[in-house]
């Protein structure tokens, strides 16, 4: 088995070697995998106690909750749930399952427009895997913060780094190690776009040996309850608030 970092920069005769195989696997891939519904429940709400906090959740199948039966479980479930104990929060979810980062942020121009404080963003799954380059998804990214804090007066964006790739299930290998050798590529450009930005920040949540959805590819309710208390975490520490 090749290490995945051998992977993370291989040569181009590696790449042109296996690209027939590649595509015919991510085809594969396509055409077999389980297709998972955004899951049913409210996409906004309010609740809690305590200093004020609008919280955007914004981005791909994930951010909306893919691979468990209910929002309560998903992402901004599990999310809410936390802040609103030290928060009175109030919340919105804006994501659909197979966004880009570029359709991200035309969905995001289309939307109500209303003032967040926090803005938690999942994307780049969706960028690996349609081959858009490290560089044009930064130049993306920056794109997105711009609009977030210009049309929404986001004071703070969270990303989320991308998840472990190599290790989902559904995709099986060599198509495993280069689109994970591609995310953590991702990742490092993540980490270089927001040093040094006082409105970015990246949560680092440890995802690993948790379990994936039916679907293989998709988070299963115990990597949203991890992912949740992550972004928890930095929200509380930025915003100046524990929990009860």
Request: aromatic share 6%.
């Amino acid at each position: 088995m090749r290490p995945l970092t051998a992977l993370r920069h291989p040569h181009p005769w590696l790449l042109a070697s296996l690209a027939p195989l590649l595509l015919a696997q991510g085809a594969y891939v396509r055409r077999t995998v389980e297709r998972l519904p955004e899951p049913a429940g409210a996409r906004a709400g309010s609740g809690g106690s305590g200093p004020p906090l609008r919280l955007l959740i914004a981005g791909d199948s994930a951010a909306a909750g893919v691979g468990v039966s209910s929002q309560h479980e998903a992402l901004s479930g599990q999310l809410s749930r936390r802040l609103q104990d030290g928060f009175r929060l109030s919340w919105r979810l804006e994501a659909r399952s197979g966004y880009t980062t570029a359709q991200a942020i035309e969905h995001l121009r289309q939307a109500e427009a209303q003032p967040f404080d926090v803005a938690v963003i999942s994307l780049g799954v969706n960028d690996v895997t349609a081959g858009v380059g490290a560089g044009r998804w930064v130049a993306r990214l920056r794109q997105l913060s711009g609009l977030l804090g210009s049309r929404f007066q986001v004071r703070h964006v969270l990303f989320s780094r991308l998840p472990p790739m190599h290790l989902f299930p559904a995709l099986p290998p060599p198509l495993r190690w280069y689109l994970g050798s591609r995310a953590l590529h991702f990742n490092h450009e993540l980490e270089r776009h927001v040093r040094g930005s006082a409105l970015c920040e990246v949560a680092r949540p440890v995802l690993t040996g948790l379990s994936a959805a039916s679907d293989g590819f998709h988070p299963g309710a115990d990597v949203y309850a991890a992912w949740a208390a992550t972004l928890a975490e930095c929200i509380r520490a930025r915003h100046g608030c524990r929990a009860r």
